[in-house]
């Protein structure tokens, strides 16, 4: 299995994020992927990408993904599973609640990508979100690393064997 995982950074919150991911996969070995510095091409090159995007103010992209939003239009990801995890503030930005994974969600899949690793919406408290599919579901984890922090490592451990399920069930 060859796993990648993408990210953007500005507080450290989603790059510590992705490094649970990244420890909890093993033994399936992930490489981690910081988009400020690396190519978003390179998700090219994985059978699996998981991608770290935090939501920003009201609902606005992280600088990093902002940089390379239209470089994502250029990519071939049919053949490519795909999990998304998102930070964000449930509490300060109820109304905008993990709209960046989202609108990830939605490039990714408009590439050919196949995804995998929904996650419920029970447990959060947030007026709307562009995350959420069928009243029911973020499209990918959601972790509030302000106010439930106390949640992320079980979430990520959780969300982690069952995006390996998803993705073994599949080919």
Known sequence: MNIGIFFGSTTGNTEDVAEQVQEF????????????????????????VICGIPTWDYGELQADWEDIWDELDT????DTHI?????GDQIGYPEWYQDAVGMLHAKLCNRG???????????YK?????AVINDSHFVGLAVDEDNQHELTEERVSTWCEQIIEEYLSKI
């Open 126 to 130: 947030f007026e709307q979100s562009k």
């Open 75 to 78: 990519l071939d990801l049919s």
């Open 25 to 48: 996969l093993a033994p399936h070995p992930a490489q981690l992927h910081n988009i400020a510095t690396e190519p978003v091409t390179l998700m090219q090159d994985y059978d699996l």
């Open 83 to 87: 999990a998304i995890f998102g930070c």
């Open 113 to 123: 990508a196949q995804a995998i690793g929904y996650w419920s919406t029970e447990g």
